[in-house]
């Protein structure tokens, strides 16, 4: 018979000890991965911290550490409150949400990560007290370019025998009218005539028939000396700032081109001068003039071309798909010069795009182009919320996020 030895005392507290010490190492092992596994599905947490402060410098600092950019069709007010907010880039809705819950201010998400900030509900979201201030003034004055039944055909290769002539209608029977400090949204797929129809305003593309009146004068009248004239005034910025860059020639060079060719300023030093400043208002640095095109980043080279365009003191600036080309963070920065550009020089814009989500965002009326002519024209909200064209509702359709 077997003896039964009786335990003796810690026999058995000391595999029950065991056994607890190792779950607690495991318990701790889990959190720790499950931990690691959340920041690493979830990309890496982010806090902000400002105190009386102005919500744009809270904005710049996320934008800073996160690909998230923000543009602003608002005047940020100080904000006298103390923000705490995490960015995590996967549940951004979220974390903007707890940003503006302190603020008067609203938000957009325009594409992935690109956000629009704008004036609350209180302001009433889509007719804030400024926009109609500001309507006010843009449509109570003449227009500074009117268009009437501008049409640019071109011909096409119908065949060696074919006798009748066949014509792409590129631009057909299109009428506007663009009032001065205003930017009217031209927005329709490629291939649809935006480009041609900007450049025939300027006549580098000569219009077949239709009439463009610029501050008055018929410019399908003009000469060759007063439509070179005329073209101070008016200016072209295109999506690929490269090729419309003289690799060659420095920045500098390169912006006081204009400058001399148009005898703009007494002589080179204060031709000079102009140029340097020119450049530090699309925040670049004096060091830049001495550079070449192919030194810059694309987001840069489109400010130089802003630069070099804004050299003649021009009232309007046709922008065809001027930032098309560039990341979404970048593009933030360039509209929010753009419109910069427009209150403190009272430009005017044309801004061209096929992106419906951005001339939205930029413009006062928009006009949707389809096969060369202009099928909806207005306001952008009531546009993008009550399209009335078929046409329309599949171009809205067709942005990422609808
Ligand atoms: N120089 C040209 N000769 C013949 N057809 C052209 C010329 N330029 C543009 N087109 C045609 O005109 C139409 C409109 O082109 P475009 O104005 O470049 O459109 P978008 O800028 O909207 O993409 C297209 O069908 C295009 O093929
Ligand atoms: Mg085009």
Request: hydrophobic share 40%; net charge positive.
């Amino acid at each position: 018979m077997k003896k039964t030895v009786p335990l003796k005392r810690g026999q058995l507290c000391l595999p029950l000890f065991k056994f607890l010490v190792v779950m607690k190492l495991a318990i701790v092992l889990i959190l720790v991965s499950a931990v690691q596994l959340y920041a690493g599905v979830y990309g890496q947490k982010i806090t902000v911290q400002a105190q009386q402060t102005e919500i744009k410098k809270i904005l710049t600092k996320i934008e800073k550490t996160t690909d998230v950019r923000f543009l602003y069709n608002y005047d940020l007010a100080p904000l006298n409150k103390k923000i705490d907010f995490t960015v995590n880039n996967i549940d951004l809705p979220a974390a903007l949400n707890q940003l503006f819950a302190s603020t008067s201010l609203q938000y957009r998400i325009l594409n992935d990560n690109l956000v629009v900030v704008m004036a609350g509900d209180n302001a009433a979201a889509y007719q804030p007290a400024e926009i109609q201030e500001r309507k006010d003034k843009l449509y109570n004055q003449q227009p500074l370019l009117k268009i009437n039944r501008l049409s640019t055909w071109f011909p096409v290769n119908s065949g060696f025998f074919s006798r009748s002539k066949v014509f792409v209608k590129a631009v057909n029977e299109v009428s506007f009218d663009v009032y001065p400090g205003e930017t009217l949204g031209l927005a329709g797929e490629s291939g649809c005539g935006k480009t041609t129809l900007g450049r025939s305003i300027l006549r580098l593309i000569e219009p077949t028939s239709g009439s463009i009146e610029f501050g008055g004068t018929n410019l399908r009248g003009l000469g060759k000396k007063d439509l070179r004239d005329i073209r101070k005034d008016i200016q072209i910025i295109f999506q690929d700032p490269y090729s419309s860059l003289n690799p060659r020639l420095t920045v500098g060079d390169s912006l006081m081109e204009p400058l001399q060719v148009h005898q703009f300023y007494a002589n080179h030093t204060r031709r000079k001068k102009k140029v340097l400043e020119l450049l530090e208002r699309v925040n670049l640095l004096p060091e830049h003039f001495n550079r070449y095109p192919h030194e810059f980043s694309g987001g840069q080279r489109q400010r130089i071309v802003i630069a070099r365009a804004l050299a003649l003191q021009p009232k309007f600036i046709i922008c065809d798909e001027s930032v098309s080309a560039l990341d979404v963070s970048v593009q933030a920065q360039v509209l929010n010069l753009i419109r910069e550009l427009q209150q403190e020089l009272n430009l005017t814009y044309i801004f061209i795009s096929h992106d419906l989500a951005v001339i939205k965002h930029i413009s006062d009326r928009m006009m949707i182009m389809n096969k060369g002519e202009i099928v909806e024209m207005g306001d952008p909200d009531e546009i993008y919320y009550h399209p009335k064209e078929e046409y329309t509702k599949k171009l809205i359709a067709s942005i990422p996020g609808n």
